[in-house]
């Protein structure tokens, strides 16, 4: 299994950026990593996800490493709306089937 | 909406009580997917489907509980005989095909008595 490994808490400061880092070292070759956000009694929000290559959106960018043990979410400006736990996820195939594994993620505070 | 739609937003029930949940997915999506959160933990995979098939039933908790969907559409999440350790949310989310990015709705808040 894609397990991951993430900081349990995080600060920014408005306006600055936040790296909220991942770790992966178990997902396989093929499988994808995603970042999904929660804020507070809400369903997980999508961001973004990536196989090998960095990838941005308009929301945040995907930097990973090139032996694709760990990855970095990076939000260029937080804003006090982008507080919320972060979850980084290894997708995992299992017999042919697929399955995604949520860890703890990291509860992001973005402070005026 | 064109959310992913879930009901009841809220549960409360008997120990030993049945319960169904209802997720209304996102029209034209072929894989729905059912999570378990509980209180200040992250999110724990169930189930999923690919159109109305389950190819893998091995996250379910216990054989207490069941999930079906039909259409290809709406799904449902049955708890029989609920333990007081079922109180959770309980998360469904679709998307066009297997494991693109999810869309989640709000979830339903079970609490047992």
């Known amino acids: 299994d894609a397990k991951t490994t993430q900081p349990p808490s995080m600060d920014c400061a408005e306006g600055r950026a936040a790296n909220l880092p991942c770790n992966h070292s178990?997902?396989?070759?093929?499988?994808?990593v995603y970042w999904y956000r929660q804020i507070h009694s809400q369903g997980p929000q999508y961001i973004i996800h990536g196989l090998k290559n960095n990838e941005t959106n308009e929301m945040a960018s995907l930097i990973i490493t090139e032996d694709r043990k760990s990855s970095t979410l990076i939000l260029p400006h937080a804003t006090l709306r982008d507080t919320a736990v972060y979850y980084c996820i290894g997708e995992t195939t299992t017999s042919g089937t697929y399955k995604y594994i949520f860890g703890t993620g990291t509860r992001l505070k973005v402070l005026a | 909406g064109a959310g992913v739609s879930q009901s009841p937003s809220n549960k409360v029930t008997e120990k030993g009580k049945d319960v169904e949940l209802r997720c209304d997915p996102i029209s034209g999506h072929t894989a729905l997917y059912w999570y378990r959160q509980r209180l200040g933990q992250g999110l724990e995979f169930l189930i999923y489907f690919q159109g109305n098939s389950a190819p893998d039933k091995s996250g379910l908790p216990s054989d207490r509980f069941s999930a079906e969907r039909t259409g290809e559409s709406v799904s449902t999440l049955t708890i029989q005989r609920t333990q007081q350790e079922d109180s959770a949310v309980y998360l469904c989310a679709s998307s066009p095909l297997a494991f693109q990015p999810q869309h989640f709705g709000d979830g339903t808040r079970l609490s047992i008595l």
């Open positions: 178990t997902i396989s070759g093929n499988e994808y």
